[in-house]
């Protein structure tokens, strides 16, 4: 059965409380200076009255120092953290590559207090003196959640003024994200606070230790599903995700940027860390010498599922080519994808690629009319539409133009920059606030493949499979490989009760059941891993040799895509 909540075992040495008295009892007795660090969207002055309240109790002076109240003015935030090139782009930013630093014109004095503690707290802390270091998260979605209502201090360094998606995806995360990463190996304490009324604290030599062993052991990151215009409903029916949304989407299995993997042993008692502190902490085990040597410690490949059962059809977008995603917007590696259709029919449909007959003058115009006078496009008329038959992988290099039909159920298996889709088209669809959704045309046409059309795409992109390697009872076939696409995917074959080995050789696999009951995957070192249909597990590279076993009494199929 499908697990909404994967949990793990923290290591034996680590100390997690799950309540304020059982986290204040973690903070020092005697004087000190301790910063708790995280994203804006903590709850940070209810954080700060727990504590002293706590510690009050117990008899510790506590001074407070919420360093937020120490940024500098708004309009130098932005000018410091925003780029002039970026002022005529209402979609998409560069990454930011700025410090933290840059939130302030002077950072607070921090001087250790005559007696008791004193508390500086809020993103950017440890950028002060300390003694003690915390850091408080939320994971990702709630930011999303925070912005998408419009709450005010849910983007960085402006506390007092609405938030916008803009700054947060390609400004504040990527700070956050570089500040917490540079923190990781010092932490004294790792303090989640979905649950502000109950947090959980896990020490930070206990967070290091638990990484460790699960850098080394496979390992499925907590799943979610978002809603969108698109959505369909295949998840809330049967996987039980968001029962009372309005649809399930976007599937989060393993987007490592936002991904989190829950450290706990019941859901009482357990924290959700960043899958990003894995890579970061053990880039050798989980990544692998060459992979880590080519991508640093950004993990390279994603899986989320793109639901349109009952739903719409997803835009007709592309991606960025290479040089364009590395020099427009930063990234160091481009948005390759691929679909590969869990459930899918003959009449149902994939957008891919250019028909033979296609001219981009025309398909630009007509996507301008769409856009100034709302004049609805037939895609076809410029794009191809492929059978989305159940069990077919669709290429989808970047700088092609590609959408899922309505009524599919597609695995995505991609590369993870997944922050630039550059639409043409949308169907005329208004978005939950109820104005049209944006349209980055001019991107998607910079970055049109206009070379890759009519018999190439059905050649090169919708391939026949090929095995690979067999044994009795199973197969491993190729069902994707592309030169220009850096990693590969290939699907395991097995009847009921067979096995089959497998060994990472040194990259990380990602596995993910798309027909049957499941797999156990066990390691050469012993360890054992069930994984269900739609499940997807991470097996690092430090596992090395390991097999799969068919559970159930049917045969069951395993997509494995991997760094070539």
């Not at 009255?49 to 117990?58: A, G, I, K, P, V």
């Not at 606030?433 to 349209?439: A, I, S, V, W």
């Amino acid at each position: 059965m499908y697990r909404l909540d994967p949990r793990y075992a923290p290591a034996s040495q680590a100390v997690l409380g799950t309540d304020w008295q059982a986290v204040a009892s973690q903070l020092p007795y005697g004087r000190a200076v301790v910063a708790i660090d995280g994203p804006p969207t903590v709850d940070w002055s209810r954080l700060a009255d727990r504590l002293e309240h706590e510690l009050t109790e117990r008899g510790t002076p506590v001074t407070l120092l919420d360093v937020r109240t120490h940024y500098a003015p708004p309009a130098l935030v932005r000018s410091r953290t925003e780029r002039p090139e970026d002022a005529d782009d209402p979609y998409f930013r560069k990454l930011a590559d700025n410090p933290l630093n840059d939130l302030f014109e002077n950072l607070p004095p921090a001087a250790l207090p005559t007696e008791g503690l004193l508390l500086a707290y809020g993103p950017g802390a440890a950028l002060v003196e300390h003694d003690v270091l915390w850091y408080a998260d939320v994971p990702k979605r709630y930011a999303e959640a925070a912005v998408g209502a419009g709450e005010t201090g849910a983007n960085l360094g402006l506390p007092d003024e609405k938030p916008d998606f803009g700054r947060l995806f390609y400004i504040d995360w990527p700070m956050l994200d570089r500040h917490r990463d540079a923190l990781a190996r010092r932490l004294d304490g790792w303090l989640d606070l979905q649950h502000p009324d109950q947090p959980a604290w896990l020490d930070g030599a206990g967070l290091r230790a638990t990484c460790a062993g699960l850098a080394r052991r496979p390992v499925r990151t907590r799943p979610y599903f978002n809603s969108t215009p698109w959505g369909g409903h295949w998840a809330q029916r049967e996987l039980g995700f968001n029962p009372d949304s309005r649809n399930t989407a976007l599937g989060y299995e393993l987007i490592a940027p936002e991904a989190g993997i829950l450290i706990g042993t019941g859901p009482e008692a357990q924290a959700e860390v960043p899958f990003q502190l894995l890579c970061v902490l053990e880039p050798l085990s989980v990544l692998g010498a060459e992979v880590h040597a080519r991508f640093g410690t950004s993990f390279p490949i994603r899986f989320d599922y793109l639901d349109t059962v009952g739903g719409g059809s997803l835009s007709v977008h592309c991606h960025p080519k290479e040089s364009y995603m590395r020099e427009r917007f930063g990234w160091d590696y481009t948005q390759h994808e691929t679909y590969y259709l869990t459930l899918g029919g003959t009449d149902t449909k994939v957008y891919l690629g250019l028909r033979e007959d296609a001219d981009a003058d025309v398909f630009r115009k007509e996507v301008e009319r769409a856009v100034s006078d709302g004049v609805p496009m037939d895609p076809e008329d410029h794009v191809l539409a492929f059978p989305a038959e159940q069990g077919q992988l669709f290429m989808i290099p970047a700088g092609t133009p590609h959408a899922s039909g309505a009524g599919n159920l597609v695995l995505e298996i991609s590369a993870t920059p997944y922050l630039y889709s550059l639409r043409f088209y949308d169907w005329l669809r208004p978005g939950a606030d109820g104005n049209p959704r944006p349209l980055p045309y001019e991107h998607g046409f910079a970055n049109l493949e206009t070379g890759r059309r009519g018999e190439a795409v059905a050649r090169d992109l919708v391939q026949e499979q090929r095995t690979l390697r067999e044994g009795t009872g199973w197969r491993e076939e190729v069902i994707g490989a592309l030169a220009e696409m850096f990693y590969e995917v290939r699907r395991f074959v097995l009847d009921a009760g067979a096995e089959a080995a497998d060994d990472t050789q040194g990259r990380f696999h990602i596995l993910n059941v798309v027909e049957g009951d499941g797999v156990t995957v066990h390691t050469a070192a012993g360890d054992r891993h069930e994984l269900a249909y739609a499940e997807t597990l991470t097996v690092p590279a430090a596992v090395g040799p390991y097999t799969l076993r068919a559970t159930g009494d049917g045969p069951v199929r395993v997509v494995k895509a991997l760094v070539r």
